[in-house]
Nanobody, 115 residues
């Protein structure tokens, strides 16, 4: 089983920055993909960013140029640097990892951006 611990959420004003972290622990096969989804009230969960062990990175169009994902697959930690935050970025952000056993999710961390 793998457990994910997220940190770094909080409240900021528009234009501010936050950095999310996601650390995996437990006993599991190798992780080959990590990233974040988010879910705003009344909306479906959507992919924010993902990073693969081979280096491939993808972002949703809504965060390109503002968010940067990075990952350390040796330590199984992922980071999401969020700059130029907008009120529409307000959501619960969920970390995930993919391994040969399926996908696991973190409990989520709230990000609130005020105008």
């Amino acid at each position: 089983q793998v457990q994910l611990m997220e940190s770094g959420g909080g409240s900021v004003q528009a234009g501010g920055s936050l950095r999310l972290s996601c650390a995996a622990s437990g006993t599991y096969y190798s992780i080959y993909d990590m990233g974040w989804h988010r879910q705003a009230p009344g909306k479906q969960r959507e992919l924010v960013a993902g990073i693969a062990i081979g280096g491939d990175i993808n972002y949703s169009d809504s965060v390109k140029g503002r968010f940067t994902i990075s990952g350390d697959f040796g330590k199984n930690i992922a980071y999401l640097q969020m700059n130029s935050l907008k009120p529409e970025d307000t959501a619960v952000y969920y970390c995930y990892v993919d391994r040969f056993g399926g996908r696991s999710w973190g409990p989520g961390t709230q990000v609130t951006v005020s105008p």
